[in-house]
């Protein structure tokens, strides 16, 4: 069964407007990590926020928010005025603590086409 | 720039062949993943060391092996190659490899081939 379930495969938006990219999680665990990672044209991953399980703050960073809800085992991603810049796919990924090693299981990614 | 350097950048090899990707990991990591992104499987995790010790175990094929050094450098080594192998792997490293650390990952090398 897939940890990470990131329904949206494709958005696009017109820049400036505001964009929500979907995360859904399954875990057996209390404690457990949540993560966001862009990866741009060029390629790379970028990683945006780590959140833990028992903090269930929501986050804000600039143009980018967080919402982290247990309830409903989410973890959003809101984009505010979106940019062409922003344009990229978009991971989510989870791990869980283990005596033997760690991994992320990463959902599919939603490619995010911002444009001008 | 994350700190994570992976040689070489693009790898083009016949079907048959070997090849060996390279990973240094930050400065200060002691952890070293391995991912491989595909378009049909997306980011799949082979295997994790830490500290020159294999810590977990991924859907890693018999046909790839690799290990981590004692200046931590990682290796990935790929044998057999098959087209079905192409892909983008990234390294990735981070202080202590537990669940609750991020990870930051190379810029990947992407594999061909032909």
């Known amino acids: 069964a897939q940890k990470v379930t990131q329904a949206q495969t494709e958005i696009s938006v017109v820049e400036k407007e505001d964009v929500t990219l979907d995360c859904v999680y399954e875990?057996?665990?209390?404690?457990?990590?949540l993560f966001w990672y862009k990866q741009p044209p060029s390629g790379e991953l970028v990683f945006l926020i780590r959140?833990?399980?028992?903090?269930?703050q929501n986050e804000i960073s600039g143009r980018y928010s967080w919402n982290f809800q247990k309830s409903t085992s989410s973890f959003n991603f809101t984009i505010t005025a979106s940019q062409v810049v922003d344009s990229a796919v978009y991971f989510c990924a989870l791990s869980e603590p283990s005596n033997t090693g760690n991994q992320f299981y990463f959902g599919t990614g939603t490619s995010l086409t911002v444009i001008p | 720039d994350s700190g994570v350097t992976q040689t070489p950048k693009h790898l083009i090899t016949a079907t048959g062949q070997r090849v060996t990707l390279r990973c240094s990991p930050r400065?200060?990591?002691?952890?070293v993943y391995w991912y491989q992104q595909s378009l049909d499987q997306g980011l799949q995790f082979l295997i994790q060391?830490?500290?020159?010790?294999?810590?977990a175990k991924g859907n890693i094929l018999e046909r790839f092996s690799a290990q981590q050094f004692p200046d931590l450098h990682s290796e990935l080594n790929l044998s057999s190659l098959e087209l079905g192998d192409s892909a983008l792997y990234f390294c990735?490293?981070?202080?202590?490899?537990?669940?609750?650390?991020?990870?930051?990952f190379g810029q990947g090398t992407r594999l061909t081939v032909v």
């Open positions: 990735a490293s981070s202080p202590s490899g537990g669940a609750n650390t991020e990870a930051f």
């Open positions: 959140r833990n399980s028992f903090d269930e």
């Open positions: 400065s200060g990591d002691l952890s």
């Open positions: 060391y830490y500290n020159g010790e294999e810590r």
């Open positions: 875990t057996r665990d209390t404690t457990y990590y």
